[in-house]
Nanobody
Framework: QVQLVESGGGLVQTGDSLRLSCAAS????????MGWFRQAPGTEREFVAA????????GYADSVKGRFTISRDNAKNTVYLEMNSLKPEDTAVYYC?????????????????????WGQGTQVTVSS
């Protein structure tokens, strides 16, 4: 099982930026899709962004499109989420997930059920 550790969360103001990082323990990190999801209190975990193993394909939730950018550095076993123009509704715990059952998949997935390893989450709070 992959161990994932998120970092980079914090308390910011509306319009600010944050960069989240997710470091993976497994050397096979470069073989599978990685995703970012978030969960606000009282809500279900929702898709934010995903990136395929090679980085050639990315996908975003409509709510973050144009503001967030997902990227990965396979040499560092790390996936990033650059978040710009943050809004109060972006406040949530952000989780990274690894889709390890589908190696070298050319397609990302927005379905959290297809991700089988998760980090502990990092809190992002955006004040108005």
């Amino acid at each position: 099982q992959v161990q994932l550790v998120e970092s980079g969360g914090g308390l910011v103001q509306t319009g600010d930026s944050l960069r989240l990082s997710c470091a993976a323990s497994l050397r096979t990190f470069s073989k599978y899709t990685m995703g970012w999801f978030r969960q606000a209190p009282g809500t279900e975990r929702e898709f934010v962004a995903a990136i395929t193993w090679s980085g050639s394909s990315t996908g975003y939730a409509d709510s973050v499109k144009g503001r967030f950018t997902i990227s990965r550095d396979n040499a560092k076993n790390t996936v990033y989420l650059e978040m710009n123009s943050l809004k109060p509704e972006d406040t949530a715990v952000y989780y990274c997930g690894a889709r390890t059952r589908f190696l070298y998949s050319p397609k990302y997935s927005a379905d959290s059920r297809e991700y089988d390893s998760w980090g502990q989450g990092t809190q992002v709070t955006v004040s108005s």
